[in-house]
């Protein structure tokens, strides 16, 4: 176990032995790899804590600049997906483990519903092989209740799509549905981000036609984040509509 050296006088023996204890309970790392533990990830208000472990299989010191990550859930549906600075991690000795914590503003997760919920921490690898500001790479975020026809619909649809022009936002309605009897309008929704830092929206608009006159609905949401260079799907149930 390798603890920071600004924080390494201050970590309490019980904590330091919890840190021993965890890490003995890991299969071990094999040599020449770097693994990322989870520790927990736990919502307390508005904020999700993240406790890791990193550990370097490697025989000499490693540090990050940038940390890509993914937090998912059993079924690897992203719950949040960021690159971030990594530099107070610090220098972590060959074949030594850094107990370490992030926090996460709650707005900023893609799936809200954190506790009870078993997830988990990993190197976000395609970034990790690629320039984080690769100008070129655009990630493609799909909803957890996605199934694999509606998904290619979506990759179909962004194929066909006029280039993504930098640092501009736009948006468009993959498929639209209605039931009549459900007075339920079912949309998919995607917003492409091109500029190079997030974009938060308050709601997305979408325009429909009835009795000859366009009517306009805000499909409002708390925070919806469009992370940097990305784009973004969406599925609605929209009840009360009558067409």
């Not at 859930?73 to 914590?101: H, L, M, Q, S, V």
């Not at 026809?149 to 280039?163: S, V």
């Amino acid at each position: 176990m390798s603890l920071h050296p600004d924080i390494e006088n201050k970590v309490s023996n019980i904590t330091k032995e919890y840190f021993k204890k965890e890490l003995e309970s890991l299969e071990p790392i094999k040599e020449g790899e770097v693994n990322i533990h989870t520790s927990y990830v736990y919502l307390n208000g508005n904020e999700v804590e993240v406790s890791v472990i990193i550990r370097n299989g490697l025989n000499n010191t490693i540090n990050f600049e940038k940390l890509p990550i993914l937090i998912t859930d059993e079924d690897n549906n992203i719950y949040f997906r960021a690159t971030f600075e990594a530099t107070g991690i610090g220098d972590i000795p060959p074949f030594k483990a850094r107990p370490w914590k992030f926090y996460i503003n709650l707005d900023d997760m893609f799936i809200k519903d954190v506790n009870g919920k078993k997830l988990t921490v990993k190197f976000d690898t395609e970034r990790l092989k690629a320039e984080v500001n690769d100008p070129n790479r655009i990630d493609l975020i799909l909803p957890s209740d996605i199934n694999e026809g509606e998904k290619q619909a979506i990759i179909e649809f962004i194929k066909n799509m006029p280039p993504l022009e930098p640092k501009t936002v736009d948006l468009d309605v993959v498929t639209k549905a209605y039931s009549k009897e459900k007075e339920t309008l079912y949309l998919t929704y995607i917003v492409r981000n091109g500029a190079y830092e997030d974009v938060k929206l308050d709601f997305l608009p979408y325009n429909y036609e009835k009795d000859g006159e366009v009517k306009n609905i805000r499909i409002e949401w708390d925070g919806i984040i469009i992370p940097k260079r990305s784009i973004r799907a969406f599925k609605f149930e929209i009840k009360g509509i009558r067409l």
